[in-house]
């Protein structure tokens, strides 16, 4: 059957309206980046820690959910401009204080500076001396934010996809340092089939966050009100600790 092509745009229009009445279905429609263990894609289904916390959160408070992967900048942006929208797993830091709305916290997070084991040559004794090496961290990160503003010039710092791309910039040479958490260290090594040693901790960059859920501003307070209130209690009862433990080690 051949369609007249004074109907093709219609259709084609229609067809639109269809798939984004389908994706605004959800609740929340949450955005997350390739971060395991907290949150990556295998068999086409998202997982790991934060993935399945929230699902546990959403599930308790009654709300659909959709889970969507997007590079780190590109799901941050999303969730700032759309209503009802849910970034994962985000620092609370004060400049990002007011851009969201919060519930959590869902788990805590150490950011170490991370050297190969065989290089004994490298010592740290505050943040600042990272600005004698080249040092990765994951671009758009807290680490990231942190690291540049002790090297305004940014000379020795590189930005990275992700934390499989710094990782192997640290086993090719190609930088001195990485920031990563140690979950995911510890998980990419693994992956990697790297006994644990193969990376040291050199400093610890941030051992004072946590992470959370957080919601685009124009979000129903009653709404996020709601989540909490879920959070607090799978908290409360274990089963937020028994997922960690699963995912996590801890």
């Known amino acids: 059957m051949v369609i007249p092509g004074t109907l ?11 798939w984004a009445l389908s994706a605004a279905a959800a609740d929340i429609n949450a955005y997350t980046e390739d971060l395991p263990p907290l949150s990556h894609v295998e068999n086409d289904r998202v997982k790991g820690y934060a993935a399945e916390a929230l699902r546990l ?21 999303t969730v700032r401009k759309t209503p009802d929208a849910l970034l994962f797993a985000i620092v609370r830091t004060p400049e990002r204080e007011t851009q969201f709305q919060w519930v959590g916290p869902i788990g805590p997070r150490r950011v170490f500076l991370y050297r190969l084991s065989a290089r004994r040559d490298i010592r740290l004794g505050n943040a600042a001396d990272a600005r004698r090496y080249r040092v990765g961290a994951l671009a758009g990160s807290a680490a990231f934010s942190r690291l540049a503003a002790l090297d305004p010039r940014r000379e020795g710092l590189d930005a990275g996809q992700d934390d499989a791309a710094n990782l192997n910039k640290l086993l090719l040479d190609r930088v001195d340092l990485v920031a990563m958490l140690d979950w995911a260290m510890r998980w990419h090594l693994d992956k990697l089939k790297l006994p644990p040693r193969t990376a040291a901790p050199a400093y610890l960059l941030d051992g004072g966050g946590q992470y959370w859920f957080a919601l685009n501003p124009d979000t129903p307070p009653q709404r996020v009100f709601r989540l909490q209130k879920a959070l607090n209690r799978v908290a409360a009862d274990g089963r937020l600790r028994l997922l960690r433990r699963r995912y996590l080690g801890d």
């Open 57 to 77: 959160v959403a599930a308790e408070a009654g709300l659909s959910l959709e889970i969507e992967v997007q590079p780190w900048l590109r799901a941050y942006a």
């Open 8 to 18: 093709i745009r219609p259709l084609l229009a229609a067809l639109g309206a269809c």
